[in-house]
């Protein structure tokens, strides 16, 4: 832990004076000086602020693509980065993306367990759910229970 304040603390110099103002680059440059666990944490919330601004980017243009590429990022960094994703989750997930009309699926919450968000073709919703409920039970053998909402 002492080594990852330090880390952090080296990064909260010159113009930087919110920890929200750090890039990728910035953690890259005080790499040395962090654990690999730190260094991990420390990319995966500096990219998680990019994404989120990057998001509402595209959610005010509609690019539904774009967006759906920031949610899978998402939690792919939420997996590899963060860890707090779990072989359920990440099979939630999995199947989601390769329904055809689903531009992106990420877990939300606190991790380890719970839920999914999926962005999806409002034509395809409901066949969504309907394969997500079976293909879900068959892979790991416990129900999901979907529900559909809508943006606006």
């Given at each position: 832990?002492?080594n990852h304040r ?10 930087i004076?919110m ?5 990728p680059?910035h953690?890259e ?7 690999e666990v730190s260094?991990?944490?420390?990319i995966?919330?500096?990219a ?6 990057d998001?509402k980017k595209?959610?005010?243009s ?5 967006m759906?590429k920031?949610?899978?990022d998402s939690h ?10 779990c072989e359920?989750?990440?099979?939630l ?12 699926s ?5 991790g380890f ?7 999806v ?5 409901e066949?969504?759910?309907?394969y997500?409920?079976?293909k879900?039970?068959e892979?790991?053998d416990i ?6 909402t809508n943006a606006?």
């Open positions: 832990l002492q330090w880390a952090i603390t080296k990064l909260l110099v010159g113009d004076k920890l929200r103002d750090v890039t680059a953690v440059a005080a790499k040395e000086d962090m654990s260094y991990k944490r420390a995966h919330v500096t998680e602020n990019k994404r989120t601004t998001a595209a959610l005010d509609s690019d539904w693509e774009q759906g920031l949610m899978n792919d960094s939420l997996r590899d980065d963060y860890e707090v994703s359920e989750l990440d099979k997930v999995e199947l989601a993306r390769e329904f055809d009309g689903v531009y992106g990420r877990m939300t919450g606190g367990g719970g839920c999914t968000v999926t962005l073709k409002r034509s395809q919703a066949n969504l759910m309907d997500l409920q079976d879900y039970k892979a790991v129900d999901c229970a979907c529900f559909e606006c």
